[in-house]
């Protein structure tokens, strides 16, 4: 028989099929009186502490300033969304309740305002669609690893990281992130990773040690921010992205630099297409 002849019956047999098969879909959770949580985790006083942070939708904040662990209050009005907090040694993790079959997100309320205490620790955030704001100064991070989807971020470090940290890995979706003061993050090893979107890593601070940083961005707009005085070299690995660059900036192929004395930031940038901007 023909090949079409019996694709075309195939089809034909498939949506008759189709006409008989009713689906029930489950009914979503209904949005209802705000509900404000307290959050305390004790420092599990553990050489090797990570706490990790699995949030969807909603609101996030994170800063300083905890007595324990983590302190800070939770809003929402979903009852599902209540977040769970598990212990394990020196493992901590704070994870958002079922996030599945709710209603509009206009109609939803989550919010986490969390404190983080001085503990030396692994920090790790994974989040989908949500807003953002994060100041970390004045922690003590040994490595930074945040994964997130199309997100609004506002991230900071306006005090020097208390210990050295590994490495600060941030990978996200179409997003827009504004990072300052991130030579303040005491980073060894800096990796981030994006889709299209705005992103600007202003390297402001006070720089500790050389340091790598690892860009891979698609099609997006890129603002470098490099004080003036801080010793540069940034190689750029691109053929359809528009480079454009400031006052104290040289060029040498696809290596841009920049004189300083002191520690030294060598940055690669694979950037798919878009706009990067170098200034001060």
Known sequence: MNARIISAILVLALASMA???????PEGAKAGPEIKDSI???????????????????????????KNLVDGTVLYNV???????????????????NFEGLPPFDDI???????LGKTPMDLTISAGAYNGKFELGGLALKNLTINDGAAEVELSFSELNKVEMA???????????????????NF?????????????????????????????????????????????????????????FGDGWSQKDKIYSQKGEGPTLTIIINMGAGNLRLTK
């Open 188 to 244: 060894k090893t800096f990796i981030f990773n994006s889709g299209a979107g705005n992103y600007t890593l202003d390297f402001s601070g006070d720089l500790q040690r050389d340091a790598t940083v690892s860009i891979d961005s698609g099609f997006s707009d890129l603002t470098i921010v490099i004080p003036q005085g801080v010793g540069a070299s940034v190689t750029v690995d691109s053929t359809l992205a528009d480079v454009s």
């Open 19 to 25: 006409c008989g098969i009713n689906i029930d879909l």
């Open 109 to 115: 309320k989550n919010k986490w305002d969390l404190k």
């Open 79 to 97: 009852e599902d969304l209540k977040p769970e907090v598990t212990t394990k040694a020196g493992e901590v993790e704070i994870r958002q309740g």
């Open 167 to 185: 490495q600060f890995s941030y990978t996200t979706g179409a997003s827009n992130v504004t990072m300052e003061g991130l030579a303040n993050a």
């Open 40 to 66: 305390t985790v004790a420092d599990p006083k553990s050489d090797e502490t990570r706490l990790s942070l699995s949030f969807g939708a909603g609101d996030l904040n994170l800063s300083a300033g905890a």
